[in-house]
């Protein structure tokens, strides 16, 4: 089947914005998700965006949703040090059937001071 | 949204050996989902278990490897049976949250030797 992709890495400088790019498969995805994975830990929910919205803003989170292209990102503003994680996007694909989470390949954000 | 206590944070395992993994809700949820996460990867759906029948199994995941229980509706354990090196991985249990998105453990990291 076809795979969630991600960029593998991004490096950014502190104080500058992190944009971190998600293609997902399938267009009846009605939810999509970003999450974190900090070092040794599980993942953490960031946000979420349902699929009749276009943007979602959460503090320095937002996330842009393109349906036509299957495009989702996350913007980080004011890229702080504590961002320096792996981030997955994930869908709950409606042909998957059930409640099924698919997570992209995961992009890992260094952070430089 | 639900706390989950998943234990253990990590374990060495000899070969041929099994390895079994608890997940403790905070609160009752119908389904509950187990993960692998290999080295370097993203996340793979092993199974969801819901409470009082079988675990239902993705493909390339089979009871006899990976069999769950779901005694009630705050408790799940995975076994990984006949431990090889190949089996190294997080392992993470999940359920679904209040805010739409989905709830992880802390995750178990498996290092076979």
Redesign the interface.
């Known amino acids: 089947g076809e795979d969630v992709e991600q960029s593998l890495f991004l490096s950014v400088r502190e104080g500058d914005s992190s944009v971190i790019n998600c293609t997902y498969t399938d267009s009846s995805s009605t939810y999509l998700y970003w999450y974190k994975q900090e070092p040794g830990a599980g993942l953490q929910l960031l946000t979420y965006i349902f699929s009749n919205m276009d943007m979602k803003q959460d503090q320095r989170l937002t996330v842009l949703l393109n349906k036509k292209d299957k495009h989702l990102s996350l913007r980080i503003a004011d890229t702080q040090t504590g961002d320096s994680a792996i981030y997955f996007c994930a869908e709950i694909p409606f042909t998957g059937g059930g409640n099924k989470l698919t997570f992209g390949t995961g992009t890992q954000l260094k952070v430089e001071l | 949204s639900a706390v989950i206590s998943?234990k253990p944070s990590r374990d060495i395992c000899q070969r041929g050996t099994s390895l079994t993994i608890q997940c403790q809700v905070d609160s009752q949820v119908t389904?509950m989902?187990w993960y692998r996460q290999q080295p370097g990867?993203?996340?793979?759906?092993i199974a969801?278990a819901n409470q009082g029948s079988e675990a239902t199994y993705?493909s390339g995941f089979v009871i006899d490897k990976f069999p769950i229980s779901r005694p009630n509706l705050t408790f799940s354990t995975l076994t990984v049976s006949n431990l090889s090196p190949e089996d190294s991985s997080i392992y993470?249990c999940?359920v679904?949250?209040d805010?739409?998105?989905?709830?992880?453990?802390?995750?178990t990291?498996l290092t076979v030797v």
């Open positions: 998943q389904m989902f990867q993203s996340l793979t759906l969801t993705e993470l999940s679904e949250a805010n739409y998105g989905y709830t992880f453990g802390s995750g990291r």
